[in-house]
């Protein structure tokens, strides 16, 4: 891609020309020539939208509740950009049925983006990319951002981190919403919904997930009590005044997003999680955590080309490999072989000596 | 430690003192300074040691199991090593109170060398420092070496991928042993043993195994079948016959470690094994799959070093994300600030360019 191309996708994007987001995201999904570039260009123009990242297990209604609340902002006013990820997914062939279905009940209203990104098989990639994408919508003006993550477990974890806000919904009754919040989901919810709250089990399924909360945000009484509800407050004089005011209770709403039941309560406690953000300073605290996070995830991928390029260089992994096997040599001395002439070219050798 | 501390020690070990054995494995653990020097140096007198990693979830009865076997070895004239790794321990302590209680139970028998290792909270630490052990266990010449694993997920899976022989411990009727199983475990078992066999559901959990052991051999078949058990051979013509000479069917053994019942059988399919290993060339293959993996997890770990001492360099983290935040430059920016030097400096950068 040429310079001029380049700046003629970024001035039509930020012109707010849809092709243009179109394009830019395609071009950052399939990190091709130029993407780094157009999302270093992109980045200075964004910090207005608000980023609201929705996660669950399969068949808890995270489509139904997007398409729900992706209409409440367009009826307001307001423009929205969606991105679907499917961590599972290797491929984006498998998702595009979906996608025309869900699109179709968007037509004639091309303010709300839909767009779906799947797996590439690269470490960390998918999580980049949805950032990068984030910041392409958030660039064109979009005023809220939806990203909708199916899937479980780290991925889901740092893709949802790109957000302001994490919602984590649960269906009631079903164990393996237990098990995926005990896994790491738990952690990152700021607002937890019970979807299909009509169902037999919601009451306990709330009921659980309240206690979860209070464990999470109390631990050392968890720790203690384990689940018999026996609290006993040990050290009552711990707690930080200071930080006690800045601390968000993650409340549970319940939903049937089908028939838009309690649509409204989750919209209130959004705001109120975004102005909580706003008074805490956390929305800049966020943001300096989420760039240190970029800053690092990019170092590691570039490294990681790089250090493979070297061990090529010195023959391939195949070969070094052969040679440990044999004995001819072992993986530490290796490491330093290739490492050793960077650490001397970039002048940090001389440190690390003990 | 000086060179001659440090060569006194590599000789001390491979003249079969045991406290030095115990010396270099704390100094493997703790990563003090010398231990990749010495780790290098051991290297080259390891490849004589079998080494059988076990798995399973708490309270499956891996510890006995590893009790029984070492025994059993030590009865036919054989010296054996044991590491109890606990993936999910941040600390040793926790550990102590267990390791006297075994320890105690092998006094008198210095050649059943035990020793516990924790989480150091390091990416990819405790599986390094897994794999150094066991060439120090094996340079030191132990016929046997034992890895014990506790916990669960990735981390438990990159420590028994230091073994050549992987066995799965199940408890009859454990839904989370099934669940493990799912995450990662199932692919990494040569034999999988039912242990306590006297519970009730054993036959239903040696049958569930011995479905999926089926399915993961035979993937087609899985995805055309599922669960139903209608098998259609699809595709009789292309499995390789050479390929079907080399394929180990993993067994499934019950045992009731406690009573010592199924031992023999065990003992009997870990030959089976290894001479399956030895006549197929996997022993060669592994440990060069192995080497590579090392060489990239040192190279890995050591860049991750190199790159937080370039950060701060640069300025550190958080003034870094902090420009960031402000939209004064962005990660991508950054990322090649630090990089590009370092490129130009092993002369890559050129290759690099589009």
Redesign the interface.
């Known amino acids: 891609m040429s310079e001029v191309d380049h700046d003629e996708l970024v001035s039509a994007l930020l012109a707010g020309k849809h092709r243009a987001l179109a394009r830019a995201i395609t071009k950052i999904e399939n990190r091709s020539?130029?993407y780094?570039?157009l999302?270093?260009n992109l980045?200075?123009h964004?910090?207005t939208a608000s980023v609201v990242g929705i996660t669950g297990s399969p068949g808890a209604g995270k489509s139904t509740l997007v398409d729900k609340l992706a209409k409440h902002y367009r009826d307001r006013g307001e423009t929205v950009g969606v991105i679907a990820v499917d961590p599972s997914s290797p491929y984006t062939g498998g998702a595009v049925l979906g996608d025309r279905i869900r699109m179709a009940s968007n037509v004639g209203d091309m303010d709300v983006f839909f767009r779906s990104m799947s797996a590439r098989g690269q470490l960390g990639g998918l999580s980049t990319a949805t950032a990068d994408a984030v910041k392409a919508l958030d660039a064109f003006g979009k005023d809220r951002i939806l990203i909708e993550t199916v899937g479980a477990g780290q991925s889901e974890v740092d893709i949802v981190k790109t957000a302001d806000t994490v919602v984590v919904l649960v269906q009631p009754g079903s164990g393996d919403d237990v098990?995926m919040l005990k896994a790491g989901i738990l952690e990152i919810g700021d607002i937890f919904v019970v979807n299909k709250a009509d169902m037999s089990g919601a009451a306990k399924t709330v009921a659980d997930l309240e206690e979860m909360i209070h464990m999470r945000d109390n631990p050392t009484h968890g720790l203690q009590t384990g689940h018999h509800g026996f609290e006993i407050p040990d050290h009552p004089d711990t707690a930080d005044p200071a930080e006690e005011n800045d601390r968000w209770e993650p409340p549970v709403v319940e939903t049937i997003a089908t028939a838009g039941d309690g649509l409204d309560e989750l919209l209130d406690v959004l705001s109120a999680h975004r102005e909580h953000l706003e008074t805490t300073g956390g929305l800049?605290r966020n943001?300096?955590?989420r760039?240190?996070e970029?800053?690092?995830?990019?170092?590691?991928s570039?490294?990681?080309t790089?250090?493979e390029?070297?061990?090529d260089?010195h023959g391939g992994?195949?070969a070094?490999?052969?040679r440990?096997?044999d004995?001819e040599t072992?993986?530490?001395?290796?490491?330093?072989e290739?490492?050793d002439?960077?650490?001397e070219?970039?002048g940090?050798r001389s440190?690390?000596q003990?």
Chains 1, 2 share one sequence.
């Open positions: 020539p130029g780094r570039e999302v270093s980045h200075r964004t910090g098990q800049d943001a300096r955590i760039a240190a970029e800053i690092r995830q990019h170092l590691r570039d490294a990681a790089l250090l390029e070297e061990i260089r992994i195949d070094l490999a052969e440990v096997a004995r072992d993986p530490y001395t290796i490491a330093d290739i490492l002439p960077i650490r070219a970039i940090t440190d690390r003990e």
